[in-house]
């Protein structure tokens, strides 16, 4: 059995793809580097707004991404100083 060959414009859409799905991943994790560096307070009211993302549903996030994303952005922020360099011991 033999696969239909890929047109170009497939190909296109699938380059653009990849690329779109590296650097949402990259911005994914700087951002949650940047929040997991942010005091107490600040992380809190992060992860509150994020919390709130979950909500997302039906129309407004029919694949369920906003929640994911969130999620994990979340787990970063929860990370312990310990993990996280550069981010100053609380007390």
Same mark, same amino acid.
């Given at each position: !059995?033999?696969?239909?060959?890929?047109?170009?414009?497939?190909?296109?859409?699938? /380059?653009?793809?990849?690329?779109?799905?590296?650097?949402? /991943?990259? +911005? *994914? =994790?700087?951002? #949650? &580097? =940047? @929040?997991?560096? !942010?005091?107490a307070t *600040?992380?809190? &009211?992060? @992860?509150?707004?994020?919390?709130?993302?979950?909500? !997302? =549903?039906?129309?407004?996030?029919?694949?369920?991404?906003? #929640?994911? &994303?969130?999620? /994990?952005? @979340?787990?970063?922020? +929860?990370? %312990?100083?310990?993990?996280? %360099?550069?981010? %100053?011991? /609380? =007390?």
């Amino acid at each position: !059995m033999e696969l239909p060959v890929s047109s170009s414009l497939e190909n296109l859409l699938l /380059e653009e793809l990849r690329d779109l799905t590296v650097r949402t /991943e990259v +911005l *994914q =994790v700087t951002l #949650g &580097t =940047v @929040i997991s560096l !942010m005091d107490a307070t *600040q992380r809190d &009211t992060v @992860i509150r707004m994020l919390a709130d993302n979950l909500k !997302m =549903v039906g129309s407004e996030d029919p694949s369920g991404v906003a #929640g994911a &994303t969130a999620k /994990e952005l @979340i787990d970063y922020a +929860l990370l %312990p100083a310990s993990v996280m %360099p550069g981010r %100053p011991e /609380e =007390v």
